[in-house]
Nanobody, 121 residues
Framework: QVQLVESGGGLVQTGGSLRLSCEAS????????MAWYRRTPGNQREWVAD???????TYADSVKGRFTISRDNSKRKIDLQMNSLKLGDTAVYYC???????????????WGRGTQVTVSS
């Protein structure tokens, strides 16, 4: 069974930094695109950033220049370094991955359970 497990959330003041991690485990043939999404207190889900298996990263405009997504394919892990945090970054952050279970299975979507990030003034 495939699992995505996030870690690293917490409480931080505006302007501070946090680093989130997500590691995929289970019977995995290949992990393709991996991404971070967030759900704000207003319950809107937002795409934050994603990274291909080749390391190409893309960011939402709201986090560009402040957040950095990185990937370790050997560990099936991604990180999200979040700097200059703002009140509006408060959300539950979810890890997402497109994962192939076998060479011929195609890729399936998997989600982590989320980790809370709270930015206070």
């Amino acid at each position: 069974q495939v699992q995505l497990v996030e870690s690293g959330g917490g409480l931080v003041q505006t302007g501070g930094s946090l680093r989130l991690s997500c590691e995929a485990s289970g019977n995995i043939f290949r992990t393709n695109l991996m991404a971070w999404y967030r759900r704000t207190p207003g319950n809107q889900r937002e795409w934050v950033a994603d990274i291909t298996s080749g390391g190409t990263a893309t960011y939402a405009d709201s986090v560009k220049g402040r957040f950095t997504i990185s990937r370790d394919n050997s560990k099936r892990k991604i990180d999200l370094q979040m700097n200059s945090l703002k009140l509006g970054d408060t959300a539950v952050y979810y890890c997402f991955a497109m994962i192939e279970l076998t060479q011929s299975s195609g890729a399936y979507e998997y989600w982590g359970r989320g980790t809370q990030v709270t930015v206070s003034s």
